[in-house]
């Protein structure tokens, strides 16, 4: 998987800006930015300058017209992102100049970089593992605190580190069990089985730890989806804009206005909300408002969080309605809006009925903008994100959840094996089975086909 080619990429997001980042990678990066780059104040070459220095001077034509005026940083392998030479080129963030650059370096004897080959290299050369270089792009992606800190983690090895202990914890045991075989007319026992057993309870408990964890970082990822569900008219589009403090979705007093599902976030104490505003449940004839109504019974069964809106001078069915619909309690707020438009009297009344539902409620106005704060406490208290140990160990990739599962498959085989007494050539089977797909995580074992679907997602110039 060596790559001997240098190449080359804008390395800052597309488009106009104040600067732009030129990123080059690989043996020849020194030589062919000294052909376009000319220092000021001093005649040295890149390669003879010292690593982590900055030089100041003019990207040149071939007809040595001046491109733009530049900041050239250099780091000498195999101290770089990459491990081998690079050099970046900070210029004006005109487009024009951006491929002007770029021509000159392809020009020069440089290659355009593919989606996520800097990070690609970067694992090949051995300065990062493959679920490292995944957090790279997490971290990229992330928009909120706690999808930051989460690829921070996994970016620093905490992950990887834990997966290697347990591979190194197996490997020992197989490697005495394989030695056995070797053994096997002498009827010697080298492992020791309960040690076995009780290493491969500690590691079944570990992963399936990691394996819940996917649950959490999933939405801390992808944002925790929120549901806003309710009978036409009580307020679950003005809920909405209120919750994002815009006017996003149609108000109107018109039964039906929203016929099918918006969705939009916002961050909240640092994690991501996606806020899904569904339409209105009812009985109807009109068929576009049905497909809308069936689409908000599938956002139910998707969302972390249901937040059944009523409207507050109509209450009388709430408890029916709950039962109606079959809501899981345990992930619905019941949201009573419309505060604003009900006396103290009948605020008791409302009360007195909800307390009994076994079900968290609140009392807001969306339209006043009445409790949204506490609204806010609410679905932060909801998710228990405010509880997360912010060292641990959370899956956030499907990839890693899906090798991870298959890992507690195996591990559980080896379990069941000890306790049945299988022979020790099925036990190493099984063993090295939950060694591969660790190992898989973190790109010990992988193939061609696992590294470019990954770095193919990965943007270019990263």
Sequence with gaps: MIDDTTICAVSTASGVGGIAVLRISGKEAFDIVD??????GRKASLREQNPYTVSYGKIVDADNS????????VFKEPHSFTGENVVEIACHGSIYIQQ??????VDNGCVLATPGEFTKRAFVGGKMDLSQAEAVADLIASTSKASHQMAIRQMRGGFSAELALLREQLLN???LIELELDFSEEDVEFADREELKSLADSIERRIAELVASFKIG???KNGVPVALVGKTNVGKSTLLNSLLNEERAIVSDVHGTTRDSIEDSIVIDGVTFRFIDTAGIRTTTDEVENLGIERTYRKIDEAEIVLWIVDATQTSDIKEDIEQNSL?????ILVINKLDKISDDEYQKILHSVENLNVEYIFISAKQRMNIDRLHKMLIDKMNLNKIDIDAVIVNNVRHYEALTRASEAIMRVTEGLESGISGDLLSLD???CMHYLGEITGQISTDEILNNIFGKFCIGK
């Design 35 to 40: 052909k376009i780059f000319v220092p000021v």
């Design 431 to 433: 063993i090295r089975d």
């Design 218 to 220: 999933n939405v801390i």
């Design 100 to 105: 002007a650059i770029l021509r000159l370096l």
């Design 66 to 73: 001046i491109v733009d005026n530049v900041l050239v940083s």
């Design 328 to 332: 899981n309690l345990s992930k619905t």
């Design 173 to 175: 045991f197989v490697s």
